[in-house]
C-alpha cells in the first residue's frame, strides 16, 4: 500500500510517500523557520499563508523523488489535529482536492499518533504492548499502547510542553529560534552542575510542569545584567539536565511500575542528544528496549503521518473512522483518562 502524507499542522509544510506504513520512498519538507524567526515562534497567519505557498512544491517534489504518480497512490493520509487551525486546513483542503482529482481515499491522521509511532518506520520488529513518551513543542504525554490504536493516557504536561519550555529560555537568551537545537547544541560539552535548576517531580502523578523551571531560568538571568558566552552555554546546561531528568526517570518509573518493557520515543524534543544519551543509558542499565526515531523523524514531517493511517488501517478495518473533521486543540483519541499506578 502506497501513501501519500501530508503534514501542515505547524511550521513546516511536510509530504512523504510510504509504502507499506516503513518504506519512506520520499520526505520532503518546506521549513519556515525563517519566517517565525523574527518573532521568536510560530505566528499562526503568518504559517497558513505560508503553507498555501509551499504545499503544491512540496508534495510534487516529494512525488517525484518517489517516482510515483498521483493516480499511482492508495491513499492520501493528512494531519487533521492537533494543530493550528488554519494551518490544519491547508493541509486538509490540498489532501481533499488531490483525492478527488486523481480518485484516491483521503483518511485524517492525529498528529500526536504519528509522533508516538514515527520510531516504528525505522524498526519492523517493535509490537504492543510499549511505553511512549512524545515530547514536542505542543505536547509532553506519557501514554501506554496496550494494543494498536489503544491509547492510554498516563500523564502529559500541565503547563508547558517541553520543547515550548525549550523556545521560550531560549528567546529569554535571545539564541534565536527554534530554541531546542540551539540550547542542546550550547549545553553540549558543558559541565551541567554549575547552574542547578528545580525539577517539578509532580509526585503521586505521571504528569510533568515545565514552566517553573522556565521562570526559575528567567529569575536567574534578572540575577545580574549581561552574561558571558560561557556563562549561557552553563544556564542551558543546567536547564536542559533539568527536562532531560524528569522526562527520563518518570518514563523509566512509568515502565517499571508497568511492566512494560519497550519504550518508544518520538517528537521534536526527542532529537535532544542528552534525552537520547540519558535513555540509551537507562534502558541499557534495566534491560528495556528502547526504539527512538532517528533524529529528522523525530521533529514534523509527513512520512509519520502516513505510516499512522496505514496501522490504524491494520488495525481498524472500518475507514468510517477516518474522520476528516478538524481538530485543532484535540489530543491522541485516549481510550482511557489514567491509569492508577503512581510514582
Ligand atoms: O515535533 P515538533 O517538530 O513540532 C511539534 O509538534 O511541536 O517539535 C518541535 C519542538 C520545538 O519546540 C523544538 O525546539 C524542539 O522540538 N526540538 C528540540 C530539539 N530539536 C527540536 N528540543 C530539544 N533539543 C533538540 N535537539
Ligand atoms: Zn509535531
Known amino acids: 500500500m502506497i501513501l501519500l502524507g501530508v503534514e501542515t499542522s505547524c511550521d513546516e509544510t511536510a509530504a512523504a510517500v510510504v509504502k507499506n506504513g516503513r518504506q519512506i520512498l520520499s520526505s520532503e519538507i518546506g521549513t519556515q523557520f525563517d519566517l517565525h524567526r523574527p518573532y521568536s515562534g510560530v505566528v499562526p497567519e503568518l504559517a497558513s499563508r505560508a503553507h ?11 512525488l517525484k523523488k518517489a517516482r510515483i504518480k498521483p493516480e499511482q497512490l492508495d491513499g492520501i493520509a493528512v494531519t487533521v489535529g492537533p494543530g493550528l487551525v488554519g494551518c490544519l486546513l491547508v493541509g486538509k483542503m490540498t489532501a481533499e482536492s488531490l483525492g478527488w482529482v486523481y480518485d484516491v481515499p483521503v483518511y485524517g491522521a492525529n498528529h500526536i499518533e504519528g509522533h ?18 512524545v515530547v514536542s513543542g505542543g505536547h509532553s504525554e506519557l501514554i501506554y499502547v496496550r494494543r494498536w490504536g489503544q ?38 560539552g558543558r559541565d551541567s552542575s554549575k547552574v542547578v535548576f528545580p525539577r517539578a517531580w509532580l509526585h503521586g502523578t505521571w504528569d510533568f510542569s515545565f514552566s517553573g523551571l522556565k521562570t526559575a531560568v528567567l529569575y536567574k538571568l534578572r540575577t545580574k ?4 558566552k560561557s556563562e549561557i ?3 542551558c546546561a543546567g536547564f ?12 523509566m518509573a512509568a515502565a517499571k511500575a508497568l511492566k512494560v518493557k519497550t519504550i518508544v520515543i518520538g517528537g521534536g524534543v526527542a532529537a535532544n542528544s542528552l534525552l537520547r544519551k540519558q535513555f540509551v543509558g537507562r534502558c541499557a542499565d534495566e534491560n528495556r528496549t528502547l526504539l527512538m526515531a532517528p533524529r529528522e523523524l523525530c521533529t ?8 499512522a493511517v496505514y496501522f490504524k488501517k491494520q488495525y481498524q478495518k472500518k475507514s468510517s473512522n477516518f474522520s476528516l473533521l478538524i481538530q485543532p486543540q484535540l489530543h491522541i483519541p485516549f481510550s482511557k483518562k489514567s491509569i492508577p499506578v503512581f510514582l
Open 116 to 133: 508516538l509511532l514515527s520510531p516504528i518506520l525505522s524498526d519492523p520488529s517493535v509490537q504492543p504492548p510499549f511505553l511512549g513518551l
Open 300 to 307: 514534523d514531517n509527513a512520512a509519520m503521518v502516513a505510516a
Open 240 to 251: 536542559q539536565l533539568a527536562v532531560v531528568d524528569v522526562l527520563v526517570t518518570k518514563t
Open 52 to 62: 498555501v505557498q509551499l504545499i503544491n512544491p512540496v508534495i510534487s517534489r516529494a
Open 225 to 228: 545584567r549581561s552574561w558571558s
Open 233 to 235: 552555554a552553563d544556564i
Open 151 to 188: 491509547y492510554e493516557l498516563l500523564g502529559r504536561t500541565r503547563d508547558d510542553a517541553a520543547g515550548e519550555a525549550f523556545d521560550k529560555v531560549a528567546k529569554m537568551m535571545n539564541l534565536g529560534y527554534p530554541g531546542g537545537p540551539i540550547v542542546d547544541r550550547l549545553a553540549s
